[in-house]
């Protein structure tokens, strides 16, 4: 018996007819549906030289296609985001298609294995990188009973980190001072992080909003208290085509106000006296007044902080002295201190004047006296003065030298008017006033003689004894005498006692004697008019 065959579907990898049995073949199917060959057989019998023909039978081969996956596009996910449904397909058709599918990275939250479609899931990813899960998929075929397997497909599913943005230390900055630059960090990696903020408060002299690091610009605050500026940041981080934000990252730049100090005015003091204390005031609440002084002999130390209370001011020379104190406004806060514009007041100490001692003076009525000029130490000093007694021919009181005036007395004794000399200096519109002295001016009476009786008589007879006085008690009289051969001396002090009367000769002899009156008082003498009288 010969068996002879035909296959009606040579892509299966049979060939078209044969004789005798088919030997196994690796079946061929490049399409997406089963192919099926059907082979026809005949049987030939031949016996005696005659060949019998059976009638045909025929069978089939099925070739299942081989069951390919379509590609699956990678994904990548933020985490905590959800994925995309990844629904399997495939080409082929004509059976049944189970999907199983193994996943090397359970991290990202998908479990190890499983068959079917993935459904959307919560993306997983603790680390600072990205974290990515490789999935193989294999489909299986099944038709006629028979169960095809085909190649795996992969694909990837990528979770991004959270970004995170290093925390930036705050700043606390002066008015018009230079800010610390702004360098922003993330210990996240693996992608491109772009850093974006925002200021809430842009009267500091930053913009509402940036991309980037913040350089140093000069910090701004026109007001009198501290204005603060809220800077959120938030990270962008890209990696394979998908960005993901992290939780934004919030500092602080605080800037101080510029704190002042108001116009302090100037004092003049007169030395020992107090001064007026000294509050600083200013703008800016909690302000804190440092001060320096460049003359600390006034009395007041070279430096201090906080108000002058009053002191007595000292100045032991003779011209002013004065002192600049320079105070400086500080402000503190956050642990800056901000430095405001120094200003300058003084404070000049008066020398106190004096009055150098003038000496008494005394002298007779109608005699001049001797010029008064006042003196001190401090040049500049004005001298006022007062008399006590106007009757002398000086008036009440006066400022300045005293200048030589005609003595007036006319009493019978000494006239003694006493001057009261106070020394004043001005400057800066203060008049200080030093120590008071006083001095007299004496004005002693003009003394007199009172007339006396012409005297006649005989030779060798005595005469009358002279008494001689006046209004001034106290008076000398001297007397002279032109002719001394009448027995009296030629001079003499004091009264004239009795003497016998001389005249040799033949006629009458007249001497005449002159009487002076003086009055000595501190060591100056007057003189009163002279009288004469005659002796015959």
Do not use: H, K
């Not at 479609?117 to 490789?134: K, S």
């Not at 003084?346 to 005699?367: E, R």
């Not at 009493?411 to 003694?416: I, Q, R, S």
């Amino acid at each position: 018996i010969v068996y002879n065959w035909t296959n009606n579907t040579p892509s299966i990898g049979l060939a078209a007819s044969g004789s005798g049995n088919i030997v196994s073949f690796n079946a061929i199917n490049a399409t997406n549906a089963p192919v099926t060959a059907t082979i026809t057989v005949i049987a030939s019998y031949t016996n005696g030289g005659t060949t019998c023909t059976s009638a045909p039978i025929t069978f089939t081969i099925t070739v299942n296609p081989t069951p390919v996956v379509n590609a699956v596009p990678n994904q990548v996910v933020c985490n905590g985001e959800l994925t995309t449904d990844v629904v399997f397909s495939s080409p082929a058709t004509g059976g049944t298609i189970v999907y199983n599918w193994t996943n090397n990275n359970t991290s990202i939250g998908l479990a190890a294995s499983g068959t079917g479609n993935i459904l959307a899931f919560t993306a997983t990813n603790i680390t600072n990188a990205p974290v990515t899960a490789t999935i193989s998929v294999i489909a299986s075929y099944t038709n006629g009973g028979v169960t095809c397997t085909g190649p795996t497909r992969t694909f990837t599913i990528t979770v991004n980190p959270t970004p995170v943005v290093n925390q930036v230390a705050s700043q606390t900055v002066c008015n018009g001072a230079p800010t610390a630059a702004v360098t922003f960090s993330s210990p996240t990696t693996g992608g491109t992080i772009v850093y974006s903020w925002t200021n809430d408060n842009t009267s500091i002299g930053l913009g509402a909003s940036g991309t980037g690091n913040i350089a140093s610009f000069n910090a701004i605050n026109t007001s009198n208290a501290p204005v603060t500026a809220n800077i959120s940041v938030t990270a962008s981080y890209t990696n394979g085509g998908t960005t993901c934000t992290s939780m934004p990252m919030v500092f602080t730049i605080t800037v101080n106000p510029t704190p002042t100090v108001d116009p302090v005015a100037n004092q003049v003091v007169c030395n020992g006296a107090p001064t007026v204390a000294v509050t600083f005031t200013g703008t800016v609440t909690g302000t804190v007044y440092n001060w320096t002084n460049n003359t600390p002999s006034i009395g007041l130390a070279a430096s201090g902080s906080g108000n002058i209370a009053s002191f007595n001011a000292v100045n032991a020379g003779t011209t002013p002295v004065t002192a600049t104190i320079t105070v400086t406004p500080t402000y503190t806060n956050g642990g800056t201190t901000c430095t405001g514009t120094p200003r300058t007041f003084t404070i000049t100490v008066n020398p106190t004047p004096t009055v150098n001692a003038v000496a008494n003076q005394v002298v007779c009525n109608g005699a001049p006296t001797t010029a008064v000029t006042f003196s001190g130490a401090v040049a500049g000093t004005v001298y006022n003065w007062t008399n006590n007694t106007p009757s002398i021919g000086l008036a009440a009181s006066g400022t300045g030298n005293i200048a030589s005036f005609n003595a007036v007395n006319t009493t019978n004794a000494p006239v003694v008017a006493t001057i009261t000399v106070t020394p004043s200096y001005t400057n800066g519109g203060t008049t200080c006033t030093g120590a008071s002295r006083t001095f007299t001016i004496t004005v002693n009476p003009t003394p007199t003689v009172n007339p006396v009786a012409n005297q006649t008589v005989c030779n060798g007879a005595a005469t009358p004894a002279i008494n001689f006085n006046g209004t001034v008690a106290g008076t000398v009289y001297s007397w002279t005498n032109n002719t001394p051969s009448i027995g009296l001396a030629a001079s003499g002090t004091g009264n004239i006692a009795s003497f016998t009367a001389i005249n040799t000769g033949t006629t009458p002899v007249t001497a005449t004697i002159t009487v002076t009156p003086s009055y000595t008082n501190g060591s100056t003498t007057c003189t009163g008019t002279p009288i004469t009288f005659p002796i015959t």
